[in-house]
């Protein structure tokens, strides 16, 4: 067997909403959940998938807004929203969530082919470990940073380096690989480079977000990091 091959760039950090999986269909039914709780109106997929990827507060007041509802309506404002939101999500966080096509089999091939994993989200850490074990991702990654892991979250680029940090790789050893602006500028603030998917959540084009790789099927990543090494 031959041994892995050395690369300079051999970790790769993952975003997971919309770059791993494709979760809108969960998000929606606890959104909505929430929302008609609160005497608000549903929420379509496609309206849902605009608001992921800035954390769940975030989340809960797009949702809100877009249901013409206040947060201040409310006794406490967002917390208790984010919280009985929570509750409502991490009851049934994969039920109807599924990995992108071809997702495993690359990362089953990265691993293979000597690259270290990482995972680097918004979304709050236990809930982020819940869907890995889940859909049986654990087995990827070597870190785990959640939006509640550090006291900031994506772009600021203090999450991305509590993950490089936890996988021992300098920034000339990492590549962020992600599907939205958050992504884009999280890898720019560190100061590494960033593939995007074009199948994600963006709100913008992919093209338009200035990432040095863009690929529109996961059998095309590895490519595109040996393009970047």
Same mark, same amino acid.
């Given at each position: 067997m031959m041994p892995p091959v050395l690369r300079k760039r051999s970790f790769v950090v993952f975003d997971l909403d919309g770059t791993l999986i494709h979760i809108v269909p969960d998000l929606r039914v606890a959104l909505n959940g929430l929302?008609? $709780? +609160?005497?608000?109106r549903s929420l379509e997929a496609d309206e849902v998938r605009q608001m992921v990827g800035a954390g769940?507060? *975030? +989340?809960? $007041?797009?949702? @809100? #807004? !877009? !249901?013409a509802l206040s947060t201040m309506a409310w006794e406490g404002g967002l917390a208790p929203l984010v919280r009985r939101f929570l509750e409502i999500y991490e009851s049934a966080p994969t039920a109807l969530t599924r990995c992108w096509p071809g997702a495993e089999t690359v990362l089953e091939t990265l691993i293979a082919s000597g690259y270290w994993l990482g995972l680097c989200t918004n979304k709050p850490h236990r809930a982020t470990l819940d869907i890995l074990a889940q859909l049986d991702l #654990? *087995?990827?990654f070597s870190a785990v940073v959640g939006g509640d892991s550090t006291s900031h979250i994506k772009p600021d680029p203090r999450p991305l380096m509590a993950t490089l940090d936890a996988l021992g790789a300098r920034l000339d050893e990492a590549v962020m690989v992600g599907d939205s602006a958050n992504d884009v500028g999280v890898a720019r603030n560190a100061g590494i480079p960033v593939i995007v998917v074009s199948f994600g959540y963006a709100g913008i084009s992919p093209? !338009? @977000?200035g990432a040095d790789a863009v690929i529109d099927a996961f059998s095309e990543l590895p490519a595109a990091l040996e393009g970047l090494c």
């Open positions: 929302l008609i $709780e +609160l005497g608000g769940v507060d *975030r +989340l809960i $007041e797009r949702a @809100m #807004t !877009a !249901a #654990t *087995r990827f093209q !338009a @977000m």
